[in-house]
């Protein structure tokens, strides 16, 4: 088994000790590994790839986690698969409608994409055995397992800090209809963006649409993701950034750019983003290891380098970011979500004009 | 008698000719990469998702007022550009042609700079420069004018279309200057005896005698401005602006309306038939125009002080369209944090090492993009010489079909283009999906124009007594292809090569829908990039293909002579 393991990873290994019993960073030996978790290595070992249609995580971490799981299962590449949830979604479904297996693990940030796909008898239910060990809310996704959510991306207010003083920064979503934000605010777009879509029907759920009608009239710049305001508040083209993601705003932060984030007085969005194995699967062990993985600790740490917030209790949020109990929640059912996003985009482009 | 029996059995089986049926395979190829893919979108346009004829695909992609407007606004936004594109490049093509003007070299090195800049890269660099707030450009006017309102607004219709023609102007640039120079200095003598002035023998002789040239150039940037997608999304959103392939992007969303995108898509087709026989009215005009390629003296015209204006004139739109976008990207590819500005502090080239030795996709990007656009490249000007060489010799019936065919790929926009090779090849039997061979087929019959009109012209400068003199002394049709056409064609095939090489290693709506896990190519990559809210290693990517992109036109200005990519060969 040694052989496997490259002297880099033992070393790392050496140093992060025993306690970190194969769970930490760095490769785990096989034979410190739980029997379920050996016998899923040894098959996936066989299959040596998966390929990760990823919506949810950006380039540069998506291909840390990637290398992350390569590393502690030698042995098995991970293809990291890069875009947008909307065209990881309509990937998977052009491979389905032709007929090709390709993709082995599939996340993105529309929970609309999971529902349709299970109606559709597409996935292939599993359940990691660590589970148990993120925070309540998405321990139990789907009463039939066939997705998980690994994954919660929080989404809330950004200012630039040399434009407007901390004092007289909006602190709600309601804050940002006050006329005095006219020509300064920035936001992503619901026809390009799930995570804005889901904002939308979420705060259309909470005031009405006509929060969007105020909102419309000052002015805000509408981009495509939900990040393209931090471009422009870096820029300093506009000054406040509407439903930007923290990860990006902590990022973007973190490289000195002269912003300050927000969390919402009434509520910071939470997008509860599910990962699946389709059925079709090529690599369906690797797959499944990739989901235990994605559900350890190790993932956890990883993300957390990207201003991702973990969902596992036992590791700290990222540097600048409040732990998930200090922070208030809104978000819409899935449900509601599904029914919710087209009609957002309609309403949508009515007000905004695009 | 061996020679009798032969005879007598190729009269007995009539044995085509083995070019003929190089020309039936060529026609095939063209039908499959051409055809069957347009073929494939126009059923699945008349056709519900469960495969029952309808119209109602038309009246879903027509009954609103909005998707009308789309259309409407790529209209306008096109013919907008080509205008702005005319008054850019025809006084700048003149002025290099025909006068004395100093600093040609530079001009030329502005406008190659500006056709080798990818569109989307400068429209991010616009954004920078003309951000009605933050946009350079406006921060020094207010610094100046202590005005508060910006001067320039790039998210404005009118802005939308000014960095668009900044983008295309280099296009008329070529068919203008070509076209000056081959009309001798005689003509506007004639002109000068008779009275008239500079001005006005420029004015009455010398510009109709080139207006075919500028009307054929200002048509391929109206139709390249209705087909092009990143631009419009990355400018028109913010300027709440929907173009037709904004429009078209959103019926692929979730839940994706194929059906509905293709309906859409074919007034897109009907537009590019009128051009080619508006093209077809204005080639017949050009039989009066006397121009010749040889013969004729060619003087430059002698301006006093009034030179310096016609540079001013040249610098001022190379300043706007490639030197100012490329330095603020420059500086943003070398920054630590946009936000911080210039500042010393603020330097690091962290960017690019990020990408060259920690980036998982980066250097595998590049790769693909390399040998992508290669295979493409040398695939698309094979394919245009032979089509070039049926269509100018005539050697069948059909050929002007096949010109058509090989031209139509233009102004197909690229995500249309992409969802056709999807719908046509994806699938089995062909189950290309996923596969490098689907992005190098879908680039050949994207840049298939390009090469076709390289070869095409190219093809118009070999006589054919040439190759009837070799016909005639026994040798075959191919192999005079291969031993008299081809040799005298070298130089501007491999011209035509390296600029389908470069269009495609930027080349980004075909690719975007049909890259697979091992075939992201930097364009996409970019396009990740630009929305991930993180310009500094965008511009640093955005740098090395350009970086790449100059190596390439050094080794073409080397191989073929400095004009090669700007001349019509």
Known sequence: MNRVISPRLTKRSFLAGSAALGLGAGAARAEDMPAHERELYEAAKKEGELTWYSGQLQAEPGEAVGHAFSQAYPGIKVNVVRSTSQVAYQRLSQDMQAGVAQCDFFSSTDYGHYLFLKREGKLLPYRPHTMDDLIPEVRNADPDNMFQVLNIGLYLIATNTRKVQAADAPKSWKDLTDPKWLGQEAVGHPGYSGAVGVMAVTLQKLYGWDFFTKLEKNKPQVGRSADDPVTLLNAGERTVGMGVSLATTLLSMSRGNPLSIVYPTDGTLAVYCPSAIPKNAPHPNAAKLFMEFTAGQAYAKVVRNFFIMPLRTDVPPPDGALPFDKIKLISATPKEIEDGIPEVKEKWRDTFGV | ?569
């Open chain 2, 1 to 569: 008698m061996t020679n009798e029996e032969s005879f007598g059995r190729k009269r007995a089986f009539r044995l085509p000719e083995p070019a003929t049926l190089v020309w039936i395979a060529l026609t095939a190829v063209l039908l499959l990469l051409v055809a069957f893919p347009l073929a494939k979108l126009l059923l699945v346009s008349l056709h519900t998702r469960s495969g029952v004829f309808t119209f109602g695909n038309y009246l879903t992609a027509y009954g609103r007022a909005r998707y009308v407007e789309s259309l409407w606004n790529s209209l306008v936004l096109a013919s907008e550009t080509a205008a702005i594109s005319v008054v850019f490049a025809v006084p700048m093509a003149w002025a290099t042609s025909r006068t004395n003007m100093p600093g040609k070299t530079l001009v030329w090195v502005l406008v190659l700079g500006s056709f080798i800049l990818p569109p989307y890269l400068g429209a991010i660099g616009w954004i920078l420069l003309a951000g009605p707030n933050a946009g350079f450009i406006n921060q020094a006017w207010r610094w100046v004018t202590g005005a508060t309102d910006p001067l320039v607004n790039v998210y404005t219709f009118n802005g939308l279309a000014f960095v668009m023609a900044f983008q295309s102007f280099p296009l008329i640039f070529i068919f203008a200057k070509s076209a000056l120079d081959l009309v001798s200095s005689e003509m506007e003598d004639a002109a000068n005896i008779l009275g008239a002035g500079t001005w006005t023998a420029m004015r009455k002789v010398t510009l109709p005698l080139v207006w075919p040239s500028i009307l054929g150039g200002a048509i391929i940037v109206f139709l390249e401005a209705v087909a092009l997608f990143g631009t419009p999304a990355i400018i028109g959103i913010p300027a709440r602006i929907n173009t037709a392939t904004t429009q078209l992007w959103q019926f692929f969303e979730y839940p994706v309306r194929v059906e509905v995108a293709a309906a859409y898509a074919m007034p897109l087709l009907l537009i590019t038939l009128l051009m080619v026989a508006v093209q077809r009215l204005m080639l017949r005009r050009k039989g009066f125009v006397a121009q010749t390629g040889k013969g004729g003296e060619r003087r430059p015209i002698q301006f006093g002080p009034g030179r310096f204006a016609l540079l001013g004139y040249c610098l001022l739109v190379g300043l706007l369209s490639v030197v100012l976008p490329v330095l603020v990207l420059g500086e943003a590819s070398f920054a630590r944090a946009w936000g911080r500005g210039l500042a010393f502090s603020n330097l690091t080239v962290d960017n690019y090492t990020f990408l060259i030795f920690r980036h998982e996709t980066a250097l595998s990007s590049i790769w693909n993009t390399l040998w992508f656009s290669g295979a493409s490249a040398s695939l698309a000007v094979v394919l245009a010489l032979l089509v070039a060489y049926v269509v100018s010799r005539k050697l069948v019936r059909f050929a002007s079909g096949l010109a058509f065919l090989a031209m139509a790929p233009f102004v197909i926009p690229g995500i249309v283009m992409a969802i056709g090779f999807y719908a046509a090849f994806a699938a089995p039997p062909f189950a290309l999906y996923g596969t490098a061979a689907i992005i190098i087929l879908a680039f050949c019959a994207r840049f298939l124009p390009i090469a076709y009109a390289n070869a095409s012209s190219a093809m118009g400068t070999v006589h054919p007594e040439m190759e009837e003199a070799a016909r005639i002394l026994g040798s075959g049709r191919l192999g005079t292809i291969a031993r008299i056409t081809a040799p005298l064609l070298k130089r501007s095939l491999l011209g035509g090569w390296l600029i389908v090489f470069i269009v495609a290693t930027r080349e980004l709506s075909a690719a975007i829908f049909l890259v697979g896990p091992n075939t992201r190519t930097m364009a996409v990559l970019l396009y990740d990039l630009s929305e991930a809210g993180n310009f500094e290693v965008l511009s640093a990517l955005g740098f090395i293909l350009l970086a790449m992109t100059l190596v390439l036109v050094g080794f073409g200005i080397k191989l073929v002579g400095r004009d090669f990519m700007l001349r019509r060969a």
